[in-house]
């Protein structure tokens, strides 16, 4: 799912994935996606009539509340920078008040930053209301590094956003086995991670097993039990060749 946007500035962002069930336990799941350049401008996202105006790899929103959303191993890749209106925002994922889900096992990079100082900035996930938004959320990999100014913020709750994966931890009350490390995608527009990569640790076997999802993106197995081991974060399983990150002992 990718090359979604705008490129005007009256306003507007893309969707990658937007899901509006109106109901509760609905039984959507969104898995092994692979979601990149998605942009626009974006509008003020505290503007009840006009939030949904923001980029964001996916969007959840319903006009009453929603439940029974599941979102695994998917890879998400947002760049750029495109916003440009006063506090507009980029998301990897937005929860809207009234939707709760299960986030656990995805990749995402988002590095769609300001072009004005009047954009509010990027993050990855972004719950509009408040924690409870969240019925689980782990072992996802986040990385967040615009270039440019704006805010950079791994999650954002309501008005309160969270710099750093220890603060996110702290605001949702889950979220422990994260990660805050670039992904090692091959590419912009390729996001199978790179094996020469030492970055692409940060995804082999850090994700746990849900047993829903039992292949990858390629149609690869997943291990869905704790004896055939951890399964990648994101949409790919992969075999890494090179060295992993060297440790610093502190």
Not at 17 to 29: F, P, Q, R
Not at 104 to 119: F, K, M, Q
Not at 140 to 151: E, I, K, M, T
């Amino acid at each position: 799912i990718y090359n979604i946007g705008y490129s005007g500035s009256n306003g507007q962002g893309g969707h990658g994935i937007y899901v509006s069930s109106n109901h509760l336990n609905a039984v959507v799941t969104l898995k092994n996606n692979l979601i990149y350049n998605v942009y626009g401008d974006g509008w003020n996202h505290t503007d009840a009539s006009y939030f949904l105006d923001n980029p964001a790899g996916i969007m959840l929103y319903s006009s009453t509340p929603q439940s029974g959303i599941e979102i695994f191993n998917n890879s998400v890749n947002l760049y750029g920078n495109t916003l440009n209106r006063n506090s507009s925002i980029s998301s990897g994922i937005f929860l809207t008040s009234g939707t709760t889900a299960d986030i656990r096992n995805n990749s995402i990079v988002n590095n769609l930053g300001v072009i004005s100082d009047s954009a509010y900035g990027s993050c990855a996930v972004f719950a509009q209301t408040g924690a409870a938004q969240f019925m689980n959320i782990d072992y996802n990999n986040y990385y967040v590094a615009p270039s440019g100014n704006g805010v950079k913020a791994i999650g954002k709750i309501s008005g309160a956003a969270s710099l750093t994966l220890q603060q996110w931890a702290a605001a949702t009350g889950k979220d422990r086995s994260s990660l805050n490390y670039s992904p090692g995608y091959l590419s912009n527009v390729n996001l199978m991670p790179d094996i020469n990569n030492s970055d692409c640790w940060s995804l082999n076997g850090r994700g746990t097993q849900i047993s829903s999802v039992t292949n990858d993106y390629l149609g690869n197995a997943r291990s869905i039990t704790p004896a055939g081991g951890a399964p990648d974060i994101g949409a790919f399983e992969i075999t890494p060749v090179s060295e992993p990150p060297s440790l610093n002992q502190t």
